[in-house]
Structures are given as C-alpha cells and as structure tokens.
C-alpha cells in the first residue's frame, strides 16, 4: 500500500486530462489521481476514496476553478447512472480528448516516435442524444408497478428511470409500453427485497426502418407472457418480433441462451445501412449508432483501397458489416465469425443485397486461416472486441503477411499494444478516431498498417 497517502486525506489538485472511463486525472507528487466528474483545467480540493500502489482515486469536495467547457448533463439520472460519463464535457472537448486517448495508448504502449499527424481529428456523431437503437435494460418490480433502469457506476444498485435520452425515441416508446403491459398482467421484474420475480430484464432493439424486436430475459416462464405480447403487437405495429429467454442464474442484461425461444412474429429484423439491408437476430452483434456505423465502415473502406483482384479477410466478422461495404470493390471475401447465429445473419444478409463473393467460415482465426493457406490474402480486416487480436492471432498475421492491414479498434489500449507487435513488420499509416457513443468515455477507430 502507498504509506504517502490514505482514505479520507484531502488534497488540492489541477485536473490535467481526461482519462478512459471519463475520469479527470490529475498528479500529485507525481501519483496520478482519477477524480470522478472533473474535467481538464479544473482545480478542486478532493477527499482520497481508495489508494492503490500506482493510482489513487478521489472525489470532489470544492471545485475552485470550473473549466470553461463544464456543460448542464441533460439526463436527470446522470450523476448517479453508470450509463454516460462525459454529459458534463462540452462536445466539441470530447472529440479533443478521445483523440488524446489514443495518442496517449498509441506513445505509452508502442514506444515508438509516431507522428502526431497521421492520427486525425475525431469523426464527431450527427447525433448527441436518441442515437442508440437497442437497449438490455433490468426490470424491477417495487411492490405496485415494474420498472426498468441502470445500475450505479461501479455497483449492483438500481436507479429506476423514465426513459434514456441516449435511446432511440422508439426504444423509450416500446419499453413504456410493455412496462404498463406487465404490470396489468402481473408479470413482474425481480423484486429486490424477497429476490423473486419473472423477468430479469428487456431487450428492445429498434431499426432505421422502425421495426421493433423485444426479448424477455425470464427469471422463470409465465403463461401470462403470451397475453402481454399479444397487447403489444396489437396496440404496435412496429413490434414485429417478439422473444424470450429463460436464464437459471443472474447473468448480464442482454445475455441470451440455447432457451431463447420465438413468441411472435419474424426471426429478424430489418436493418439498413448505406444501400444495404441487414437482418438480424436477437443475439446477433451488430453497431448501436447506425449513423456512426455507417461512418465507421466507410473509413475502413477509403482506408483499404481495394484493387478489383484483391482476395481479402473479414475477421471477427459477427454478421459481417463489412464484407458489405467491401464486396464491391474486391474479388473475393473471406468472412470469418465462430458464432453460428451471427454466420446465419450474414448468409441471410448477403443473399438479400445479391453479393455473391462472399463466403462465410464458421471457425475461429487460426482454423480459417489454415484452410485458407494455399491462398494468397492480400488485405485483412478486423473488428475485434474488445480484448483485441493479442499475440497468438497477431504471429499467424504476421506469418500470412497482407499487403494491408485494416484495424477497427474499440479499446485505444490493446489497439495500441498490438499495433507495437505488428509494427515489427508493419507501418502505422493513419488512425482515424470515431465517437461511436456521444456522451460516453468509449472511443472507437480505425488503423491502416502496410506492409515494409
């Protein structure tokens, strides 16, 4: 334990950035200090809530000076919900400082002399509130009505909400609607006082096209289920599919299972972006900023300039976005995706927008690549989660050795990091940082790396 500092000392301290959960960070004697809610150019007196050996974490007692970028939040639950975390920080700031996010990962983990100039300004949304088209969201039941919510940053606790700003408008619409519908039915969320109840969260996902998908994640099955769902596709027609799932322990909001079971209407819904319709399941992974999304794919598009007899890798592809985008432009993709519900999205997805040079594998990165071994690849596209590629999926890149690398990162850490393994036989060409989620700390963006 650090023996210079302890709980409940208090300091004055300068915030100098912005760190990746949307903490100010500040230094005192040279330790760093994640402040919750402070912003760059602030100084404020703050009370040390935890001490770790290399870090220390504090909250605000009196802000002394406030930046001239501090903005009202617009939510009425934001200083308590996890959900957002930079509400607070003018836009046009944000954009500064998730540029800032990756040019620090990008000099702390590569060490390597990278020009500031090929990491570009960040593409800002089109949209700073109503932007994300599904939401897994707990249902709780408080002994009158059920409720849905978000839990307290870094906590189990429930804050109940009206409805999200950051929602789509018709996700809000949706989710009020099935509120009132369980409660005249007496289907209700988990009750946190006795710990029983039937539903244990709501998935409502919602398209540019205004169909409507809902899930129930079900602590345990109720006949009345039905009753509820055939009231909502009457009274909405944009609902056009309807689902459930039984969970036997408490997992994550949105997790689905083997139980997920049909109880209206279409296995999919409709989706479009750019001239490409997409249908997707309830489990399939697909972007929540349609817009940004759109953005997002046509970066790695301009990136990659593709030559017409290019044989080219879409990996971690989950429905596969972006084969789509790039099909046009290339000979022939390999779409690669371990999952079988998202390889049968994109083999639906495909077929509806007539690209026939795409082929989807069902495996992981190594297995495909072995089978494609006979086969010159000449550019790679990625989208991995958020752990990265790491240095197993990196040796079997650098052993296959495309001519281009494209990289969509959602972690400006282990983006970083690998791009310190790949550059041994790679340059960083460009990276271009994207704000996939306005008024949050996750910053998107995409890499170009040629081969020496």
């Keep these: 334990m ?6 409940g000392q208090n300091l004055n301290l300068t915030i100098k950035k912005i760190g990746i959960n949307g903490e100010g960070i500040g230094y005192y004697n040279r330790m760093a200090i994640f402040v919750h809610h402070a912003l760059p150019e602030e ?70 002399n990278i020009p500031l100039s090929i990491i570009k300004d960040t593409i800002t949304g089109d949209q700073e509130q109503g932007y994300r088209n599904k939401a897994g969201l707990p ?6 009505k059920n409720h849905v919510g978000m839990y307290e940053a870094n906590s189990r606790n429930f804050i109940e909400m009206d409805a999200c700003p950051i929602q789509h408008p018709v996700v809000n619409e949706v989710i009020d609607e099935v509120l009132l519908l369980l409660d ?36 345990k099955d109720n006949s009345k289920l039905k009753a509820v ?21 408490r997992q994550s909001v949105g997790f689905f299972n083997p139980s997920l079971t049909k109880l209206y209407g279409k296995d999919t819904i409709n989706e479009r972006l750019s001239s490409f319709n997409f249908e997707l399941k309830p489990e399939a992974f697909f972007q929540l900023n349609p817009s940004q999304a759109n953005k997002f794919y046509m970066e790695m598009k301009r990136l990659a300039q593709l030559r017409k007899n290019d044989v080219v890798i879409d990996a971690f592809a989950g429905s596969a976005p972006i084969s789509h985008y790039i099909a046009g432009e290339c000979k022939q993709v390999y779409a690669i995706e371990i999952d079988k519900e998202a390889c049968d999205s994109a083999r639906i997805s495909l077929a509806k ?74 340059k960083l060409i460009e990276v271009v940082p994207l704000d996939m989620f306005p008024q949050t700390s996750l910053v998107e963006s995409v890499s170009l790396l040629e081969l020496k």
């Design 43 to 112: 100084n404020v007196d703050i009370e040390i809530t935890e001490v770790f050996p290399n870090r220390l974490v504090a909250k605000v007692i009196e802000t002394k000076k406030v930046s001239p970028h501090r903005v009202t939040p617009f939510c009425p639950i934001y200083e308590s919900c996890g959900g957002c975390q930079l509400q607070h920080f003018a836009p046009s700031e944000v954009a500064k400082s998730k540029r800032g996010m990756i040019i620090e990962a990008i000099h702390r983990y590569t060490r390597r």
């Design 353 to 426: 927008n007539n690209i026939n040079n795409v082929t989807i594998l069902q495996s992981d990165f190594k297995r495909a690549l072995s089978g494609l071994q006979k086969k010159k690849i000449d550019v790679m596209f990625f989208d991995p989660p958020r752990v990265g590629l790491g240095k197993n999926t990196i040796d079997l890149i650098l052993q296959a050795r495309p001519r281009k690398i494209i990289y969509g990162s959602c972690n400006p850490s282990t983006l970083a990091k690998d791009l310190n393994l790949l550059m041994k036989d790679y």
């Design 229 to 249: 769902v055939k009231d909502l596709v009457a009274q909405d027609k944009r609902v056009v599919s309807a689902f459930k799932v039984i969970e036997n322990k």
């Design 184 to 219: 005249k039915y007496r289907v209700n969320g988990l009750d946190d006082k006795n710990r029983k109840g039937d539903v244990s969260s709501l998935v409502v996902r919602t398209s540019q096209i205004d169909e409507v998908q809902v899930t129930f994640v079900m602590l």
């Design 2 to 7: 650090n023996q210079q500092f302890e709980v």
């Design 139 to 144: 249902v709780r039941f408080d002994g009158k």
